[in-house]
């Protein structure tokens, strides 16, 4: 499914979940609060901006490629796995940190075997 589209058609809960965070570690991600994070789930709403849309659909993205990648539980660990690429920081840090792409970087190296 586009990326578009999963994100239309994607819970913002399920995605939080697929991703194994709390609505505070998402509020962070998102620079909204966990307040903000529960409205959108509870009414079942996107962001009204383009920029926040645009994070949450990169997210999906990742999280579409990660469980693609890894499975579930494969993908929740490479979260919090500190890697060498990263300066032995995690991809979740790295996510908190802003940059997203370098995570879907990494797994994208990983879907095609080159490894990261």
């Given at each position: 499914?586009?990326?578009?589209?999963?994100?239309?058609?994607?819970?913002?809960?399920?995605?939080?979940?697929?991703?194994?965070?709390?609505?505070?570690?998402?509020?962070?991600?998102?620079?909204v609060s966990a307040k903000t994070i529960e409205n959108w789930e509870r009414l079942n709403r996107l962001p009204?901006?383009?920029?926040?849309?645009?994070?949450?659909?990169a997210l999906a993205e990742m999280a579409q490629l990660g469980q693609c990648v890894y499975g579930q539980a494969g993908f929740r660990l490479f979260l919090r796995t500190p890697l060498r690429s990263f300066g032995n920081r995690t991809p979740l840090q790295e996510i908190m940190a802003g940059h997203v792409e370098q995570v879907i970087s990494a797994l994208a190296a990983d879907y095609e075997g080159l490894g990261f």
């Open positions: 499914m586009a990326i578009a589209g999963r994100l239309q058609t994607l819970h913002p809960r399920e995605l939080r979940e697929e991703l194994g965070l709390s609505r505070e570690k998402m509020g962070q991600i998102m620079s009204a901006d383009d920029e926040r849309r645009g994070r949450l659909s």
